[in-house]
Structures are given as C-alpha cells and as structure tokens.
C-alpha cells in the first residue's frame, strides 16, 4: 500500500511536467551568475582575507589555499576554469 503523502507527491509530479513554465529552481549556474563587474571571484586576490580564513597556516600556504577555495567556488559554479578530464584533452 502506498502512503498518502508519496501519492500527492507522484499526482503532483506527474501535473508539473504538463506545464509550460521552467520552475526557478532548474535554473544552470551559468544563468544566475553575476555580471562580471560584480563578480567578487573577478577581484584580486585579499591577502588579509586568506589570513582570516585560515589563521592556523602560515601566510603562503593561507595564500594557497585561499586561491584554491576561489578556483573550487569558480568550476562549483560553472563559472569559467572548468576542470577537464583526460578525454577531453584527447588521450
């Protein structure tokens, strides 16, 4: 016997796929990122950011770090630096 409550759930399902309408939430990355003038993944790097993010390294690998948490945010996002697997590069 199937619960109530998955029965709405498959009857509501099964009416959005009649609609014409894109739901908000379908949308890519790539539609809702900002203009780049407003991208703070654009800016130059803040030292004393990285600092404040990662106190317990010393001020290179902070820096490090830090450039590797934008880049992450950067292919998380689908916005731009996208990492490329081996076939993609042709071997």
């Known amino acids: 016997m199937i619960h109530p ?12 796929k009649w609609l014409p309408i894109k739901p908000q939430w379908e949308r ?13 993944l654009l800016e130059p790097l803040n ?6 993010l990662f106190p317990h390294l010393e001020r290179e690998k902070a820096i490090l770090q830090y450039q590797k948490l934008r880049l992450q945010l950067r292919c998380d996002g689908e916005r731009g630096f996208e990492q490329k697997t081996k ?3 042709g071997r």
């Open 28 to 40: 890519s990355a790539k539609a809702v990122a900002p203009e780049a003038t407003e991208d703070w």
């Open 5 to 16: 409550l998955q029965l709405l759930d498959q009857w509501r399902r099964s009416m959005i």
């Open 47 to 52: 030292e004393s950011e990285a600092m404040e």
């Open 87 to 89: 076939n993609e590069f």
